[in-house]
């Protein structure tokens, strides 16, 4: 009499059988270009990950979403309001106490893109996240507003998304005038040619030039910002 082998699956594997069956009677509707994973260590392996900003869970066999709490965060400014906010889940530590974890975090180590190659990154959002209503966690924290920046990197792109460009150009030209620098005019021709020169140097030299991206408004708390590493083809 032969034995039949039963096929072995680990507990992993468990938790995304049940996931895909529940989903299928679940009634949600998936948007385009949505992504769904199964959240990796350190988080439970009951938790699914949306690049839409939703987490599901299957503990205890059920399906359902769960809701990230919100706060604001940061120092206050001149009119007591707090200069930023975000939103996390809890989750309990071997019973003992809750965990606070970052919408953005999770979200980013599951679905952000690291362009830089940086070992140390910060997370940036590209549509500051104050401008997001206290239910919009989803929207603020989904991947499409995310990026992961190198330190020095965000910080600069921060500086940049704080003014508007009038307010930038003013301070630019305040520092030629106290330098003392010589101006000179361009043609769109000549200008292309030295922001070539300049990016084929960085290359040569082993440094990486980054090209800073900003809308352009004249509300400072609109504007959308973005890095990227830049390459030239040759």
């Not at 949306?50 to 706060?71: D, E, P, Q, T």
Request: charge should be positive.
């Amino acid at each position: 009499m032969s034995k039949k082998r039963m096929k072995k699956t680990t507990r992993r594997e468990e938790y995304k059988e049940k996931f895909n069956e529940q989903m299928q009677v679940f009634n949600y509707i998936m948007q385009d270009g949505e992504q769904i994973v199964q959240c990796k260590a350190p988080y439970p392996e009951y938790w699914f990950i949306s690049n839409k900003g939703y987490l599901f869970s299957v503990y205890a066999g059920k399906l359902r979403i769960l809701k990230a709490n919100h706060r604001y965060i940061g120092t206050m400014n001149k009119n007591g309001v707090r200069t930023g906010q975000d939103w996390y889940y809890e989750h309990a530590i071997e019973g003992a106490y809750n965990k606070h974890i970052p919408m953005h975090k999770i979200m980013s180590e599951h679905f952000g893109k690291n362009e830089f190659g940086s070992e140390e990154t910060e997370v940036h959002h590209i549509r500051k996240n104050l401008r997001y209503k206290p239910n919009d966690g989803n929207v603020c924290n989904r991947a499409e507003n995310l990026q992961l920046l190198p330190k020095e990197i965000h910080k600069e792109l921060t500086r940049y998304a704080s003014k508007t460009n009038a307010e930038l150009d003013k301070e630019l030209k305040q520092k030629v005038k106290e330098a003392d620098c010589p101006m000179y005019a361009y043609t769109p021709e000549m200008l292309e040619a030295v922001i070539k020169w300049n990016i084929q140097n960085c290359l040569a030299n082993g440094l990486q030039p980054v090209i800073y991206m900003t809308s352009i408004t004249d509300d400072a708390a609109e504007i959308e910002a973005e890095a990227h590493p830049l390459k030239i083809e040759k």
